[in-house]
């Protein structure tokens, strides 16, 4: 069983910063790629930031030069650094994962409960 556990959402005003945070909760696996989307009221689930196994980042042209991603593999967690912030950043985030479980290692896709994200004065 693997689940991805977020936190860091919250009210901030328009400029501020915030910092999500993604463990996963399993021990043994491999990371594919690990990655924030968000999704707003009646819009659909938009890629924001991600980041393969060899550190390559890829960001939404939206957040680029204000959100930052990162890994700390040593406590299986991805962080999104996000700073600038403007109201449209306003929208619920979710994480995901590709990870190669055993014992066959294939690539699964895993998808934390998402946490909320406001931002307004």
């Known amino acids: 069983q693997v689940q991805l556990v977020e936190s860091g959402g919250g009210l901030v005003q328009p400029g501020g910063s915030l910092r999500l945070s993604c463990v996963v909760s399993?021990?043994?696996?491999?990371?594919?790629?690990m990655g924030w989307y968000r999704q707003a009221p009646e819009q659909e689930r938009e890629l924001v930031a991600t980041?393969?196994?060899?550190?390559?980042?890829n960001y939404a042209d939206s957040v680029k030069g204000r959100f930052t991603i990162s890994r700390d593999n040593a406590k299986n967690t991805v962080y999104l650094q996000m700073n600038s912030l403007k109201p449209e950043d306003t929208a619920v985030y979710y994480c995901?994962?590709?990870?190669?479980?055993?014992?066959?290692?294939?690539?699964?896709?895993?998808w934390g409960q998402g946490t909320q994200i406001t931002v307004s004065s």
């Open positions: 980041i393969t196994s060899d550190s390559i980042t």
């Open positions: 995901n994962a590709q990870l190669k479980i055993p014992p066959l290692w294939r690539i699964y896709d895993y």
């Open positions: 399993r021990t043994i696996f491999s990371i594919v790629t």
